[in-house]
């Protein structure tokens, strides 16, 4: 029996998710564990033991799942397997839900480690504002013009416009599902689901058929979280699940982000948090995200409008000569020396610095403010 | 003569705010730097020896003012100085407006040093949003209600929301102006700076009847963060002046805070580059403001709705089992146990342990999702 089947028979075997799974699988392979289950010692959790009963049914059954909806069953050492999956054997177990999955089902004709390689996961509240829908909807579409895979959980919200945003600009997708890959969840999001599959990745670690529950949300979370170079979260209240997802983004060391609102809004009282209590960078357009998934080594773009003015950057006695001049009042050298507390000599200098500027203008009797001069 | 006197007489032969003034006090008592003015030597800036011709009327001027708005000159080292002021000396006058203030004119009756003693800056943008308004006359309220004395410029926008703010809660308001203390600058305000030297103080190191510029503004910005324990900017854009006021109290190494806002708001651009530069922390009410005032070694509260969820702190089983209950449908220990992956015995154990929480509850038949389970 290959590897692919040991694994496939322990994701039936086990709740995938389980820390347990991840524990053992560092130094028992994957077909001993299968032995050693169905041998059923002491040391062997009790669902798991219950679960060798039918698991030969349950292989059948999963296999015409597989067939009948298209899906693919990779595992680790594959070629479409994203090594940073693997990162999650390094991580401590403490959110009790850990590892790197035993396999994904995957529905889509997308390859999963080529679109992870440049990728970015957006998350946040299902029950989100208009807002957080436009938000995530450009950042996502920003990240797919740059090439970026969107990865998100398909949930209604933030989720369901993060993909859409990146769907919308041709980009690929990743939905990460608590539920079997084969199925529609949510319902409502059956057609935005079928389209993420056209264009990207449907993917699971839950075997096919399997419905969703809190347990499961709460261990996909992890996958989104290291499937992805960051972790965005657009609207989250103050116990979201995508709260969830960024410390699991944290402790794999991916760029953990978040987008500010109201502060009147609930909605973003779990980002504010998140970035008072450092968890999280905070980023307001698409540039921000991509420069943070670039990492601290990455050059910065100059940025448009930055903190020092031109003003800033005038010596003292230009500024108060700039200070002195007028739009409509022709001021004489010795009236603009008055005005800035100057001398008509040091007066006279600064008013050639800013006509070389094209901040003052000389005319008939003396010195008026140029139009370009709004440099407030 | 007295040292305040002499102390006038330099307010009135320099540009309050020179950094020069500052460099030159530091080594020089102010009346042999009056002498040296006086006598006019080369060293002494052009526009200094200029002012020296009508010193004698200015002081006049400025006396008969002082009698008339009822105005008060306060300078370093009497009893109303706050020592707070003093730490301007010890900045870089990288800014280029620096140094302590030689003195203060003042309007009101409050004790300035009494009132800086806790105290923060609320400053922002002059044409803020309603959102702006709202959320710096709030932040003003709680400090207020907190016995700390609130410190603006009695600018349009969010400085008057800030002052209103504060005198809405009965508490005191220091207002300091880069004009002169007697005026009412901008004169839409007037009814506002009345009642803020009625219920705390109007402050100005600018010589009575002085018109503000933009120097005057920049230079003013420094004593708003000097004064106060913090400066919080509320909306700011990218260039706003309410920056300048921020840079001057993290030189100072005062606590630094902005709120944020929507990211589709160019108001608070300036407020989120400032965060994400690391030059400001993220506050989103009073609560987080009072905290960063009191500093790092401060006992923070416990937060209510904190990220750890009781369903978070629950173990691992007991959460499947709870994912398994239901509120309608009662379940047979057998029934949860196959749902949630569990043994029989497991997922009793976990039921009881659910049922002294108040989460499960026995019935007859089996067991219901208990109503005060919803800890999502």
Redesign the interface.
Known sequence: MSEADDRLRLSLLT?PG??RLGILLRDVEPGELVAAILRGGSSIP??WR??TATLDARVDRVKARVEEHGLRWVVPGSREWPCALDDLAHVEAAQ??GGPPVGLWIRGGGRLAALAERSLAVVGARDCTA?GT??ASEIAADAADAGVTVVSGAAFGVDAAAHRGALALGGASIAVLACGADLDYPRANAALLTRIAEEGLVVSEQPPGQTP???RFLSRNRLIAALAGGTLVVEAA??SGA?NTLRWSDALGRACMA??????SQQ??GC??A??DGKA?????GR?VLAELAGPGALSEPEP???A?E?DQLP?DA??V???LQWREVLTVRGVADR????T??AGRCLKQLQRRGLAESTVGGWLLARRADI?
Chains 1, 2 share one sequence.
Do not use: C
């Open positions: 709740e389980d820390p009790g669902p219950e679960r009790d839900a807002y436009e938000v529950t809190k347990s103050r116990r709260l987008v500010p609102g109201p502060v009147t973003s009282a504010h948090r970035v008072r960078v905070l980023v307001t357009e921000d409008g930055g903190a003015t003003f003292a500024r108060r700039l200070d002195a800035a507390g100057l001398t000599r040091e407030g």
